[in-house]
């Protein structure tokens, strides 16, 4: 099948090292038969070094059915290499 895969994110950057941001994404279709799902999150960013961060996130569904879930907490650690 096709799909679309819209995206849109907002960041705002209140210190050199912490990153607030928001987004909204979803799928045209989730799969054969299935129809549009669209899920939006937010969270922080906190840069640790120069090459070391770690992030804060919380999403939720707004419609559909896109990735199987209603709420979801995460968080993350990025390194640069």
Do not use: K, M
Not at 55 to 74: A, C, I, K, W
């Amino acid at each position: 099948f096709t799909s679309v895969n819209p995206d849109i994110t907002f960041t705002w950057l209140p210190l050199w090292n912490l990153q607030f941001y928001g987004e909204v994404y979803g799928q045209s279709r989730t799969g054969s038969g299935l129809g549009s799902g669209f899920d939006a999150d937010g969270g922080v960013q906190y840069l640790l070094t120069p090459s070391c961060e770690v992030d804060l996130e919380e999403g939720v569904r707004l419609s559909g059915n896109l990735g199987g879930f209603t709420h979801y907490f995460g968080a993350g650690v990025g390194f640069l290499f």
